[in-house]
């Protein structure tokens, strides 16, 4: 009987098919341990989410990639983070059933794209705005091992040749436990709101408590005042009703904070608990709550060195808004404005009806510190975070609220080293609203 020899290529085979399989679990094991790092790390979601794309591009050697997270409200899929030659804007939206990435987003299944241009499913929109050119790409849901996803990861273009399922095998464990990750972090997060929502109830009770007798002894002293009017009036005092007027000016200015601080506490409180009471709409001077605002925040200007001026104010027509909430989204801008802006700076306040007839355009102005163009472009969108130091972003969103709930525009201009703009638009009359 002949001996049957194997020839060498064919033995060499299953060497190399082993050898390949060693790599990829090299690979595997390598991604798994970098991305559990950040399981002990107590990361922010976002912080959580820029390594997460780090170590994604790292281990499969490709070029750029976005980790896209999901937004319920406005069934979008929103850019969380993006690295690469021309990253694509934080903040930026696409639909969550457009593109390659909607198409895993709803599928929940992986996708390898040797040629992305000939793929029915891309749009280059994204491209276009990059000036990116994508050539070869993975899409990957973000969710666990069991579960719906929560976004999508995308890598493109591979260093040294094109994308592969052992890839695709090697991101499947670090979308998994991102996601995963990501999770756990945005229930620290909200455990630690649901802490703050206790609180706010508890501060805002003790507040009311504590403003009682201030509430209580100013109608005292108007009252007293009254009777003493009448008194001094009787015994012909000129300078009486000029000096009761003066304390009857005091006595409001009191009852007027103390209405602005229970709406503002309120306000917080529903913002931190997601909440959006239904605007209440009636006819209002926009001048008016200006004055209001920069007038409650004199003090602490002053005390910073900073100057509050307004302009072209007293020519602006009667606007159909809520008051209160108008009040709180200027005070936001005014008050977050005032410790960027050094000792001797200033912040000025304009109004201008824009187009006549049909809106008012607020201006508010700062010679600060600026923004980096990170912050700047996604101040008022799901992206937003804030730049302070223990900053919660609640006062941008309080904002963004009321100018969502009046049907408005804000827009923002800024440059480190030279200030702040900000263009606050609002119609003369919100949709819904009827004539009065």
Request: glycine share 8%.
């Amino acid at each position: 009987m002949t001996e049957q020899v194997v020839p060498k290529e064919r033995r060499a085979a299953p060497r190399r098919e082993d050898d390949r399989r060693r790599v990829r679990k090299d690979r595997e094991l390598e991604a798994a341990r970098r991305i559990s790092e950040a399981l002990f790390e107590h990361l922010t979601p976002d912080e959580l989410v820029a390594k997460a794309l780090r170590t994604a591009l790292e281990v499969v050697q490709a070029e750029s990639g976005s980790i896209l997270l999901a937004d319920p409200a406005s069934q979008q899929l929103i850019f969380r983070h993006s690295i690469g030659e021309s990253p694509v804007k934080a903040g930026t939206a696409i639909p969550w059933v457009q593109g390659i990435a909607g198409s895993v987003f709803q599928s929940g299944t992986p996708l390898v794209v040797r040629d992305v241009k000939h793929d029915p499913r891309h749009s280059s929109t994204i491209d276009e705005l990059t000036k990116h050119t994508t050539h070869d790409m993975i899409a990957i849901p973000l969710k666990r091992w069991e579960g719906e996803p929560i976004g999508v990861l995308e890598v493109l273009n591979k260093r040294g040749g094109l994308l592969d399922d052992d890839d695709v095998a090697i991101l499947s464990i670090v979308s998994a436990i991102t996601a995963s990750s990501i999770e756990q972090a945005r229930l620290y997060q909200d455990a630690k709101l649901a802490e703050v929502v206790r609180l706010l109830g508890d501060i805002s009770h003790d507040i009311k408590n504590l403003l009682m007798p201030v509430v209580v002894g100013a109608e005292l002293m108007e009252d007293e005042l009254k009777d003493l009017l009448g008194a001094a009036v009787s015994r012909g005092d000129t300078k009486a009703k000029e000096s009761f007027e003066r304390c009857n000016e005091v006595v409001g200015m009191v009852d007027n904070s103390l209405r602005r601080i229970q709406d503002r506490v309120k306000e917080i409180a529903d913002c931190v608990k997601g909440l959006s009471s239904p605007p209440e709409f009636s006819p209002c001077q926009l001048d008016k709550v200006i004055l209001e605002v920069t007038d409650t925040l004199k003090w602490w200007s002053d005390q910073k060195g900073v100057s509050i001026r307004t302009s072209e104010l007293g020519h602006t027509p009667t606007i159909v808004a809520d008051e209160r909430r108008l009040f709180n989204a200027l005070y936001n801008l005014i008050n977050n404005a005032i410790p960027e802006v050094p000792s001797g700076g200033t912040i000025t306040v304009s109004t201008k009806e824009e187009p006549i007839g049909v809106g008012l355009l607020v201006t508010i102005e700062d010679t600060g510190k600026g923004m980096p163009p990170e912050i700047r472009d996604t101040l008022f969108t799901p992206a937003a975070r804030s730049s302070k130091p223990g900053g919660t972003g609640l006062g941008t969103k309080i904002v963004k609220d009321v100018v969502d709930a009046h049907h408005g525009r804000i827009t923002v201009e800024s440059a480190l080293g030279v200030g702040t703009t900000f263009h606050l638009y609002l119609p003369l009359r919100p949709p819904e609203s009827s004539p009065t």
